[in-house]
């Protein structure tokens, strides 16, 4: 089955809803935050030149409100949560102060068991609070060919973490995205320069609420 019909499946049950933006972290003379994205190749802008990744589209998105952040690709293309949860220590450097975890793709992609890859984010996401660093998960939904059941397991997977763990979830990365063919590569998968774009516009009022968020508890 063409990858494309597979994301078909996961636009049907994506959510339509975000959070709602809050009071956004102070600009002008602030300190930037120390922001990594960890994530797989949908994040790690794969096929795209460095400059259209999600990272730094994100970073350019947020300057041009006067938030400033210092954000670091810690993309692997292929990675899945528990390679993920691996290369944690290396890829967050001490001094980060929040991480947008961006995994499960592959873990879906793969039929991953999905206990398998809630423990895995479950580690990241616990690991990095020990560290005192912020967390914004973001969800990703299981194509439809491992049948209703898995799908089920899998979906559930991050708006139980968020809620259990205390962080903030941004429901599909690939929202608005994902199976539209304008939108992505030749593989039906990952996204344009235009389709990162519609990513990074579309996630943002979450990324201001959480680094809003975060600057309250710094200041």
Wanted: net charge neutral; with cysteine; proline share 7%.
């Amino acid at each position: 089955m063409h990858i494309l019909v597979l994301l078909m499946g996961l636009m049907t049950a994506a959510s339509a809803q975000t959070a709602g933006p809050e009071k956004g972290p102070a600009s002008g003379s602030a300190k930037p935050v120390k922001m990594v994205v960890l994530g797989d190749s949908l994040s790690a802008g794969y096929g795209l030149p460095g400059p259209a990744a999600f990272p730094v589209r994100l970073q350019k998105a947020l300057e041009a409100k006067g938030i400033k952040v210092e954000m670091t690709n810690a993309g692997v293309s292929g990675d899945t949560a528990s390679g993920g949860r691996e290369r944690l220590d290396w890829s967050v450097p001490d001094g980060t102060d929040a991480v947008i975890v961006e995994l499960g793709a592959n873990d879906a992609l793969r039929g991953i068991d999905p206990a398998v890859t809630r423990a895995a984010l479950s580690d990241i996401i616990t690991k990095l609070q020990a560290r005192k660093i912020a967390v914004l998960l973001c969800g990703m939904l299981a194509p439809p060919n491992y049948g209703s059941d898995y799908a089920a397991k899998f979906n559930a997977i991050y708006p139980e973490l968020s809620k259990s763990l205390g962080v903030p979830l941004y429901p599909f990365f690939l929202d608005g995205v994902a199976a539209d063919a304008k939108l992505n590569q030749a593989d039906g998968m990952h996204p344009t320069a235009a389709g990162v774009d519609i990513v990074v516009n579309n996630m943002l009022p979450t990324v201001e609420a959480f680094l809003g968020a975060l600057s309250g508890q710094r200041s």
